[in-house]
């Protein structure tokens, strides 16, 4: 499923759980419609609570961005390698930083590493969590 199409779902459940929870607490009457407005709120609280405290616990690991850079080459990040890295010259000249912003190139797993708006006359290429090596093949001329 779509990203966009994913969002569209989400907020559409929100809206109709919102409207459906306004319509509950306004057949309930007012007096009633406290009373479960201060159990939904204890509810709320706990859960933003638990959020906050697995999020202080867990962390960020380090994120990693290169958001915006322009490069007239390529743009690599590296990180979590346990082990060598090789990363191969380039023999080539690089070429000219592009007027317009490549592709968005973003880590799908969430842990920190973007290149949003890069321009470069090259690759980009985010590398993380290997156990063994890397290597980046050398370019021709």
Sequence with gaps: ???TRWRWLVWVGAGISVVGLALFLWGEGLDRAN????VLG?????VGL???VT??????????SADGAA?????RMVRGVKGDVVIGRTSAAPGPVPDQAS?????TAGDGQSARGVRAGGDVELVDG???SVRFGEQQP
């Design 35 to 38: 009373q479960w407005a201060g």
């Design 103 to 107: 592709t968005p190139v973003t880590d």
């Design 55 to 64: 999020g202080g616990v867990r962390g960020r690991g380090g994120g990693q």
């Design 50 to 52: 638990l959020a906050s």
């Design 1 to 3: 499923m779509g990203s």
């Design 71 to 75: 490069a007239g080459g390529s743009v």
């Design 130 to 132: 290997v156990d063994g």
């Design 42 to 46: 204890l509810f709320v609280g706990l």
